[in-house]
Nanobody, 126 residues
């Protein structure tokens, strides 16, 4: 199981950008699919983006596709989420997530997550 710690959240105006980072420790980072989820008040946690172990495959929720970019640096045990053209509806707590098992296909649903970060708040003002 990995220990994950997010950073980079904050308050930004609509149309602005933020970059979230997630530093991982405690396991073989470069063998795990990683991803981001988010949860707004009163709503269920939802998938945002995922990236395969080597960084070659990336998947996005329809709501963020073409605005957000997920990437990773395996030398730094870090996964990133670059968020551009932010909208008020992007406001949520963003959670970093790691697959439960290594070397799996790049599908990251909540039931497949083995480790969560503590979350970082993103607030987009209109």
């Amino acid at each position: 199981q990995m220990h994950l710690r997010e950073s980079g959240g904050g308050l930004v105006q609509a149309g602005g950008s933020l970059r979230l980072s997630c530093k991982a420790s405690g396991s073989t980072f470069d063998t795990y699919t990683m991803g981001w989820f988010r949860q707004a008040p009163g709503q269920e946690r939802e998938f945002v983006a995922a990236i395969g172990a080597s960084g070659g495959a990336m998947y996005y929720a329809h709501s963020v596709k073409d605005r957000f970019t997920i990437s990773r640096d395996n030398d730094k045990n870090t996964v990133y989420l670059q968020m551009n053209s932010l909208k008020p509806e992007d406001s949520a707590v963003y959670y970093c997530a790691a697959d439960r098992y290594p070397d799996r296909v790049v599908i990251l649903t909540i039931d497949r997550v083995g480790s969560w970060g503590q979350g970082t708040q993103v607030t987009v003002s209109s």
